[in-house]
């Protein structure tokens, strides 16, 4: 069901449909020999100028969401990226880290596709669902996104930054469609996150602090 990063775009085979807010695109398309629909979200990476404090876009560099429905109704949500260079063979393991503001960084595991060398995705299952949806809780609030993709022996490292201006408005449509609409975490459980979240960040400054001796 997962497709790779490569698409062939074809208007007879086709149909597309694309919309922009701010920073955040969406995209999408029902494959006409398959019935198979995906709709995507995404971002370029950037930086701030040191000169004129202007946003400067990386087209080659990109971070985003997707959803795969398949005609029998089967669904697949991935978090997807794009850096410039090669990174590791086509599916290899790669590590992605996201760090939103001042939020503690969200650890997941992922997988460049079958023929690409610099692309790549995180499947959303059962085994890292709560930590996606506490990053996607995370995106919808904050202003800047850290993202980190490197290989498994981290010989290869790429960093970029994500505005998250419009993040909420344009990724509504792909977490929907694959009924990744909200979070089903319980009251309870966001409670508990929240403390330990706050217990992170006290335990990080002591560390600091006891480092800052030596």
Do not use: H
Request: proline share 2%; charged share 25%.
């Amino acid at each position: 069901m997962l497709k790779s990063a490569l698409i062939v775009t074809i208007a007879t085979m086709i149909s597309l449909n694309c919309y922009a807010d701010e920073t955040w695109y969406t995209l999408s398309k029902t494959d006409e020999f398959t019935g198979e629909k995906t709709t995507s979200t995404y971002a370029y990476a950037g930086y701030e100028s040191y000169l004129d404090k202007e946003w400067v876009t990386s087209y080659d560099t990109k971070f985003g969401l997707r959803c795969d429905v398949s005609t029998n109704g089967d669904q697949m949500l991935i978090l997807t990226f794009s850096v410039p260079s090669a990174i590791a063979t086509p599916s290899s393991a790669v590590d992605m880290m996201v760090k939103v503001d001042e939020e503690q960084p969200v650890s997941l595991v992922g997988s460049l596709y079958t023929n690409s060398y610099d692309s790549g995705y995180v499947p959303i299952k059962s085994g890292n669902k709560v930590a996606v949806e506490r990053l996607i809780d995370q995106l919808k609030k904050g202003r800047l996104a850290l993202v980190r993709v490197s290989n498994e022996r981290r010989s290869e490292i790429v960093d970029m930054k994500i505005r998250l201006a419009g993040f909420t408005k344009e990724t509504s449509n792909t977490l929907s469609a694959c009924g990744f609409g909200g979070s089903t975490l319980s009251d309870e459980d966001k409670e508990k996150l929240r403390v330990i979240d706050a217990e992170i960040k006290r335990l990080t400054a002591e560390k600091a602090k006891i480092l800052g001796k030596v």
